[in-house]
């Protein structure tokens, strides 16, 4: 069974702080994703990565920049965290090779005060 | 540019009935996916089912069917006899290949329906 695991499932951080949300997947996919859940608003794509040290901007990627040094590991970072950052943050990941199941971490409730 | 919506932010429904839930889509690209996930009160996102654009039978999963009618841009799920634990969100997303940047895809979520089944 593919494994997405999530470092934390929650997280709460003061304003200003700078903040690291990291995923694992241990089945060798090429490509990983970021998004984050609001009541009302589903869920929106922040970055995703479809290789080792390759990035793309989602669709709100203002305030983010992610990581992905190892093709196992994406990591969200919040370089200043701000109380507007509150929120269920999701990673995905999806096999190349036209594949279209993502599957998804257990989530991280993040709230910063 | 892509979009999902459901117009149901919640439904209430009673046990053993079936449900239908709405989705509508918007795109321009002639090649395109639909899915449905189901998450938990737990958080997990499950997936159900799936659809491509090209696919000409609805397809079906157990209790799970995706009615796609292509020329109204609709993505319907439908739940056969509905069970307690089929109370949680469910999301609508489409998936779509952005040709112009290596065939990478991404995928635009609905704002989801709560279901609750009534015993």
């Known amino acids: 069974d593919v494994k997405v695991t999530q470092s934390s499932r929650y997280l709460v951080k003061r304003t200003g702080e700078k903040v690291f949300l990291e995923c694992v997947q241990d089945?060798?996919?090429?490509?990983m994703f970021w998004y984050r859940q609001d009541p009302g608003l589903g869920l929106r794509l922040i970055y995703f990565s479809y290789d080792v040290k390759m990035k793309e901007k989602g669709d709100i990627p203002e305030g983010y920049s992610v990581s992905r040094e190892k093709k196992e590991r994406f990591s969200l970072i919040l370089e200043s965290a701000s109380t507007n950052q509150t929120s269920m943050y999701l990673c995905a990941s999806l096999p190349g090779g036209g594949a279209y199941e993502q599957y998804f971490g257990p989530g991280t409730r993040l709230t910063v005060t | 540019a892509q979009k999902i919506t459901q117009t149901q932010p919640g439904m209430f429904v009673q046990e053993k009935e079936a449900v239908t839930l709405d989705c509508t889509y918007d795109?321009?690209?002639?090649?395109?996916?639909l899915f449905w996930y189901k998450q938990p009160s737990s958080g997990e996102m499950i997936f159900l089912i799936y659809?491509?654009?090209?696919?000409?039978q609805n397809a079906t999963e157990g209790r799970y069917s995706l009615n796609f009618q292509k020329a109204r841009k609709s993505a319907n799920l439908v739940i056969s006899a509905s069970q307690l634990g089929d109370s949680a969100m469910y999301f609508c997303?489409?998936?779509?290949?952005?040709?112009?940047?290596?065939?990478?895809?991404?995928?635009?979520f609905g704002t989801g329906t709560r279901l609750t089944i009534i015993p």
């Open positions: 795109t321009s690209d002639p090649s395109y996916g």
């Open positions: 997303a489409m998936r779509f290949i952005m040709l112009s940047n290596f065939g990478n895809e991404k995928l635009t």
């Open positions: 089945m060798d996919h090429e490509n």
């Open positions: 659809q491509g654009s090209y696919d000409q």
